[in-house]
């Protein structure tokens, strides 16, 4: 990208590729009723996000959950004023809450990756409905499946990779996470019992449906006995390969 980072300009100047849509935020803040020192401090976290992303050669456009992870954590060493590296987790939900106005604003796009997975977890409560499960219990199900449609997509992990390993993973992970529009947290996330039953019945249906593969049933102590005792064995594993 052309533009020059060292030369970021504040929004109220002229000529940045983008201020066009910090001036629309900045409006939609102030609609918002965001006194003057909080929207001063949002446009400071979306200039400090557009001279990451020009320094990485990306545009706005480019912009989802993934790049906001890693923008979130990202070692800071970019040019600009003292106050871009100070509480920059803090601003994580205002970010979020950028994603949101861009992709109302079609500048950004849903990944298509959760656009796919919303559609197999609404097809999921679809067949929920017609076994009779109530609206309220649908609702839990949809919040608990798009939680784990986000979590796969901020770990890259497609959903026909899912397994028993990936899921516990998932019911234990520290979470923070967010998508505009898709899914949005409310208490902090324990992998409760609850959602872990909930999870299994969605796993079984992606089972069901040809999705997920099959579980991988290792055979336990007794079950290798029991095979010992009717003169069967089990399939040699394979040496594992040691790197030099
Ligand atoms: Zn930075
Ligand atoms: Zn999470």
């Not at 020192?37 to 979306?46: D, F």
């Not at 959760?114 to 009779?132: D, N, T």
């Not at 902090?188 to 040809?210: C, K, M």
């Amino acid at each position: 990208m052309s533009s020059t980072i060292t030369s970021m300009a504040p929004p109220e100047a002229g000529g940045e590729p983008d201020r066009d849509i910090v001036q629309r935020y900045k409006a939609r803040l102030q609609a918002l009723g965001y006194c003057r020192s909080l929207t001063a401090k949002c446009l400071r976290t979306i200039l400090h996000l557009i001279t990451w992303l020009s320094l990485n050669g990306a545009g706005i456009e480019t912009l989802d959950i993934r790049v906001l992870h890693h923008f979130l954590n990202h070692d800071c060493a970019c040019p600009g004023p003292h106050g871009y590296r100070k509480n920059l987790q803090r601003g994580g939900w205002h970010l979020h809450r950028f994603l949101g106005f861009l992709m109302e604003t079609g500048r950004a796009r849903m990944p298509a990756e959760i656009e796919a997975g919303g559609r197999v977890v609404e097809a999921f409560l679809q067949s929920l409905v017609g076994q009779g499960y109530v609206p309220d219990s649908i609702a839990a199900y949809r919040k608990r499946c798009r939680h784990l449609i986000v979590w796969l997509y901020l770990h890259d992990i497609a959903l026909v990779g899912i397994d028993d390993e990936v899921v516990s993973r998932f019911l234990s992970h520290d979470c923070a996470c967010v998508h505009p529009h898709f899914f949005s947290r409310g208490n902090r996330f324990v992998g409760s019992r609850n959602s872990r039953s909930r999870i299994g019945v969605f796993i079984d249906y992606l089972i069901d449906a040809g999705i997920a593969p099959p579980r991988h049933t290792r055979p336990n102590k007794e079950h290798e006995v029991l095979l010992h005792q009717l003169g069967m064995t089990l399939p040699q594993q394979p040496a594992p390969r040691i790197s030099t």
